[in-house]
């Protein structure tokens, strides 16, 4: 079974800092990699998708991916009220390019 | 208006009675998919279809049914819904495979079975 790992939080940051979303992955041969932002009682929204090692940035959000680690992570600067919402990291399985695998996803609340 | 539709979007049933939740899109998608979420599982994919008339299991399929004749629609089918199978499912769909595209999910229908 593949699997994709998050740290179940929840996190709780105050307005203003920087909130740091961590996610692992068992497929070596994972090759794409996303974030998901979900509000509460809404349907998940892509925000960052990430395919080679290094940084990625938007905005805001800069993803990291580290594949000898098997590390992905999603860094959140001046954190908003906002943004409180649940985040899943999710990873395409190397097996299929038609599978996306999600974790349990963190909720993260933004303190004003 | 890019979307992609579920109907319903809430539905209490009860056991072994069948029923089947609609998905339509409007973006000329060629991939579309239904997930299922619950508590501390995350999601989960159900079955998917590559295009009309090619689907495949994904990571739960035990008790469910899907049909692509038509891009635009992918209906999920419960032929004897159990309450196993409460639970939030999403519809998403993306123009292309996984990999690169990105998925538009569906607002979501939460099924609860009695």
């Known amino acids: 079974q593949k699997e994709v790992e998050q740290n179940s939080g929840p996190l709780s940051v105050p307005e203003g800092a920087i909130a740091s979303l961590n996610c692992t992955y068992s497929d070596r041969g994972s090759q794409s990699f996303f974030w998901y932002r979900q509000y509460s009682g809404k349907s998940p929204e892509l925000i960052m998708s990430?395919?080679?090692?290094g940084d990625k940035e938007d905005g805001r959000f800069t993803a990291q991916l580290n594949k000898a680690s098997q590390y992905v992570s999603l860094l959140i600067r001046d954190s908003q009220p906002s943004d409180s919402a649940t985040y899943l990291c999710?990873?395409?399985?190397?097996?299929?390019?038609?599978?996306?695998?999600f974790g349990s996803g963190t909720q993260l609340t933004v303190l004003p | 208006e890019a979307q992609v539709t579920q109907n319903p979007r809430y539905l209490i049933t009860v056991t072994g009675k069948k029923l089947t939740v609609t998905c339509s899109q409007n973006?000329?998608?060629?991939?579309m998919s239904w997930y299922r979420q619950d508590p501390g599982l995350g999601l989960r994919q159900i079955y998917y279809s590559m295009n009309v008339e090619v689907t495949d299991k994904g990571d739960v399929p035990e008790g469910y049914k899907v049909s692509r004749k038509e891009k635009r629609n992918f209906p999920l089918i419960l032929e004897s819904p159990s309450p196993n199978q409460t639970s939030l499912y999403f519809c998403?769909?993306?123009?292309?495979?996984?990999?690169?595209?990105?998925?538009?999910f569906g607002p979501g229908t939460r099924l609860t079975v009695t």
């Open positions: 998403a769909s993306s123009l292309i495979p996984v990999q690169g595209g990105e998925q538009y």
């Open positions: 990430i395919y080679s090692n």
């Open positions: 973006m000329n998608h060629e991939y």
């Open positions: 999710a990873a395409v399985s190397s097996g299929s390019a038609r599978q996306l695998t």
